[in-house]
């Protein structure tokens, strides 16, 4: 258990920030919608591909990070519920909350470009 480079630097930290800038973008782009849609393919795609995407972070994390990757465990659905409840089930509505989410992609996209040096 080497840990040479900070969380945000390994192979399941980039996955785990790309991931976030991923489902935030696309939260961004479905709270620009004006209502509820049942059936929306960025949604549904973008849901399952950051599923994916944390369950890979995960698993490559257990071994060098074990607490980054329990963390992400823990918080990342009960971050990601109420988000989607918030954004997708109540349907777009104040384009505040898309320019939030749009904040937020940024602030992950910046952490590939420049990862932070933070530990556990």
Not at 24 to 46: C, P, R, V, W
Not at 72 to 100: C, D, E, R
Request: net charge neutral.
């Amino acid at each position: 258990m080497t840990q040479s480079v900070p969380f945000a630097a390994s192979t399941g930290g980039k996955i785990a920030n790309g991931t976030s800038a991923m489902f935030f973008a696309a939260m961004a782009a479905i709270g620009l919608q004006s209502e509820a849609n049942d059936f929306d393919l960025l949604f549904i795609s973008t849901a399952t591909l950051a599923i994916c995407g944390f369950i890979n972070a995960i698993t490559l994390s257990l071994e060098e990070y074990p607490k980054e990757a329990l963390a992400m465990t823990l918080l990342v659905p009960w971050i990601a519920g109420p988000l989607l409840a918030w954004t997708h089930i109540a349907g777009g509505g104040a384009q505040w909350k898309a320019f939030t989410w749009a904040a937020f992609s940024l602030v992950f996209l910046f952490f590939l470009v420049k990862p932070p040096k933070w530990r556990m």
